[in-house]
């Protein structure tokens, strides 16, 4: 049963700490998104990658946040140095791009169990 | 920018009954989908349900089906024959179909949590 995988599930940190969040994309995928849900703001786009590559991550905050894949079975998201307002559950969703016709996109997300991230 | 709102916050359905969640969306785009998450207590996203906007006719999956009305941009999601089980949070999503574009994300409404009675 292939599934996204996320670690850790829970993450209490303090304030100024380094929180690095990991994700195993589905074996064979080549797209992964990285989500951030609060109450305030809903399920947000941080970033995604295809085939490795970052390919927009217009919804994060650069100065501190960071995501990479340094291959195709690891994701990561990284927060230097956390912040309270950075509390919420981060998923990872992962997905196949495919081509039909002239039709391209990632036709289902699969997502992660999530990480839920407390900065105190 | 695409937008999609879900304007109930709350619903409440008694069991074996049914229940209709509402999502409008703003686009300008001619061709996309539009999904049904579901987010139980565990907080693992499932996805429910998924629309072409290029197919007329409505999406079905069992007990859940929706009502895709695309020049009005409202996608409702109809559930047929409530569970307990049914309870949490729903949340409709949109997004591009990009032709050799990159762009592959979600967009979500809000969420409406919905309770079941029994």
């Known amino acids: 049963d292939a599934r996204v995988t996320q670690t850790p599930r829970h993450k209490v940190t303090e304030m100024g700490q380094e929180v690095t969040m990991r994700c195993q994309p589905i074996l064979g995928h080549n797209t992964v998104f990285w989500y951030r849900q609060t109450m305030m703001q809903g399920l947000e786009l941080l970033a995604y990658f295809r085939n490795r590559a970052p390919l927009d991550d217009s919804g994060m905050p650069k100065d501190r946040f960071s995501a990479e894949m340094p291959d195709a079975t690891l994701a990561t998201l990284k927060i230097q140095p956390s912040e309270p307002r950075d509390s919420a559950v981060y998923f990872c969703?992962?997905?196949?791009?495919?081509?039909?016709?002239?039709?391209?996109?990632?036709?289902?997300?699969?997502f992660g169990p999530g990480t839920r991230l407390t900065v105190l | 920018a695409q937008t999609v709102t879900q304007s109930q916050p709350e619903m409440s359905v008694q069991e074996a009954e049914t229940v209709t969640l509402s999502c409008t969306y703003d686009t300008s785009e001619s061709d996309y989908y539009l999904f049904w998450y579901k987010q139980p207590p565990s907080r693992q996203m499932i996805l429910v349900i998924r629309?072409?906007?290029?197919?007329?006719q409505n999406a079905t999956e069992n007990r859940f089906s929706v009502n895709f009305q695309k020049a009005a941009k409202s996608f409702s999601l109809k559930i047929s024959d409530s569970q307990l089980g049914d309870a949490a949070m729903y949340f409709c999503?949109?997004?591009?179909?990009?032709?050799?574009?990159?762009?592959?994300?979600?967009?979500f409404g809000k969420g409406t949590k919905l309770s079941v009675k029994p």
């Open positions: 629309q072409e906007a290029y197919k007329q």
């Open positions: 969703a992962s997905g196949l791009r495919r081509d039909r016709g002239l039709r391209y996109g990632v036709n289902e997300q699969f």
């Open positions: 999503a949109y997004r591009r179909t990009i032709y050799g574009g990159s762009q592959g994300n979600l967009i």
